[in-house]
C-alpha cells in the first residue's frame, strides 16, 4: 500500500511539485503515459465532483458511484481534452452528465418547472439578512433552515438543482455553468432563478421569523 513516509526526499519534493502544476500539464503529461499525472487530478477534484454529486442524487453511495464514473469516463476521453479549455468544467460536465445517467437509470423523476420572473427592485430580503455573532436560537433556526433548502434543491429537476448549486455553492460563473450544462446563458440565469424562487417561497416565514420583519407587501 502506498504511504507517504515510504516516500524518499526527491520523490517527495516531485509530488509536491507535480500537486502545484496546472491541470493542463497534468493532463500533458498523462496522455504522454505518466501512471501518476492522473492521480494528481483526482486528489484535486474528487472531493468538489462528490459534494456536486451529493447534492445532485441525494445519496451518498450514489456520490460515490457518481465520482468514479466521472474520472472513468474522464480518463478514457483524456485525449479529446483541449487544453486552451478549463479541465474544471470539462470534468464538472462529464460528473453532470453521469449523475444525470445514474438519476435516470434508478428512475428517479425530472420534472420541467414553470418559470417565473425575478422580481423588481434587486435581490430578495432572504438574500440580504445580516450574520451576527449566533445566538442558541439563531443557531437552531439555521439548522432548520438548513433542512428547508436541502429538502427544497431535492424537490427541483435536476438541470435547476444542477445550476443553482455550482453558481451558489461551487462559485462558477454563469458562463462556466452553461458550458458544464450545455446551455444559453439566457437558459442558465433562468435555471438559477427559477431555484431562487422557489428557495424563496419556501424559505420566507422561517427568514420573517428570523428577522422579525413582515414581508414585503407584493407589488411593493
Same mark, same amino acid.
Request: contains cysteine; hydrophobic residues 40%; positive net charge.
Given at each position: 500500500?502506498?504511504?507517504?513516509?515510504?516516500?524518499?526526499?526527491?520523490?517527495?519534493?516531485?509530488?509536491?511539485?507535480?500537486? #502545484?502544476?496546472?491541470?493542463?500539464?497534468?493532463?500533458?503529461?498523462?496522455?504522454?503515459?505518466? @501512471?501518476?499525472?492522473?492521480?494528481?487530478?483526482?486528489?484535486?477534484?474528487?472531493?468538489?465532483?462528490?459534494?456536486?454529486?451529493?447534492?445532485?442524487?441525494?445519496?451518498?453511495?450514489?456520490?460515490? #458511484?457518481?465520482?468514479?464514473? /466521472?474520472?472513468?469516463?474522464?480518463?478514457?476521453?483524456?485525449?479529446?481534452?483541449? +487544453?486552451?479549455?478549463?479541465?474544471? /468544467?470539462?470534468?464538472?460536465?462529464?460528473?453532470?452528465?453521469?449523475?444525470?445517467?445514474?438519476?435516470?437509470?434508478?428512475?428517479?423523476?425530472?420534472?420541467?418547472?414553470?418559470?417565473?420572473?425575478?422580481? =423588481?427592485?434587486?435581490?430578495? @430580503?432572504?438574500?440580504?439578512?445580516?450574520?451576527?455573532?449566533?445566538?442558541?436560537?439563531?443557531?437552531?433556526?439555521?439548522?432548520?433552515?438548513?433542512?428547508?433548502?436541502?429538502?427544497?434543491?431535492?424537490?427541483? +429537476?435536476?438541470?435547476?438543482?444542477?445550476?443553482?448549486?455550482?453558481?451558489?455553492?461551487?462559485?462558477?460563473?454563469?458562463?462556466?455553468?452553461?458550458?458544464?450544462?450545455?446551455?444559453?446563458?439566457?437558459?442558465?440565469?433562468?435555471?438559477?432563478?427559477?431555484?431562487? %424562487?422557489?428557495?424563496?417561497? =419556501?424559505?420566507? @416565514?422561517?427568514?420573517?421569523? %428570523? +428577522?422579525?420583519?413582515?414581508?414585503?407587501?407584493?407589488?411593493?
Amino acid at each position: 500500500m502506498f504511504r507517504r513516509k515510504d516516500l524518499t526526499v526527491d520523490e517527495d519534493r516531485s509530488l509536491k511539485v507535480r500537486m #502545484d502544476e496546472s491541470d493542463a500539464a497534468a493532463v500533458a503529461r498523462a496522455c504522454a503515459g505518466d @501512471p501518476d499525472a492522473f492521480r494528481v487530478l483526482v486528489d484535486r477534484y474528487s472531493r468538489k465532483i462528490f459534494r456536486l454529486a451529493y447534492r445532485m442524487t441525494r445519496n451518498e453511495h450514489d456520490a460515490e #458511484d457518481v465520482v468514479q464514473e /466521472t474520472f472513468l469516463r474522464a480518463y478514457r476521453r483524456l485525449k479529446q481534452f483541449e +487544453s486552451r479549455s478549463s479541465f474544471g /468544467t470539462w470534468i464538472f460536465r462529464i460528473a453532470v452528465n453521469a449523475a444525470l445517467d445514474l438519476t435516470r437509470k434508478l428512475g428517479r423523476y425530472e420534472r420541467v418547472e414553470q418559470q417565473m420572473p425575478e422580481p =423588481e427592485g434587486g435581490a430578495h @430580503p432572504l438574500f440580504q439578512l445580516p450574520a451576527p455573532e449566533p445566538a442558541p436560537d439563531r443557531l437552531l433556526l439555521s439548522s432548520e433552515l438548513k433542512r428547508k433548502v436541502e429538502s427544497v434543491l431535492a424537490s427541483l +429537476s435536476p438541470q435547476v438543482r444542477t445550476a443553482f448549486v455550482l453558481r451558489h455553492y461551487e462559485g462558477m460563473s454563469i458562463e462556466e455553468i452553461g458550458s458544464v450544462l450545455g446551455l444559453k446563458g439566457s437558459a442558465t440565469k433562468n435555471s438559477i432563478n427559477r431555484a431562487v %424562487q422557489k428557495l424563496r417561497k =419556501e424559505l420566507e @416565514p422561517l427568514v420573517v421569523a %428570523q +428577522s422579525g420583519k413582515a414581508p414585503p407587501a407584493q407589488g411593493d
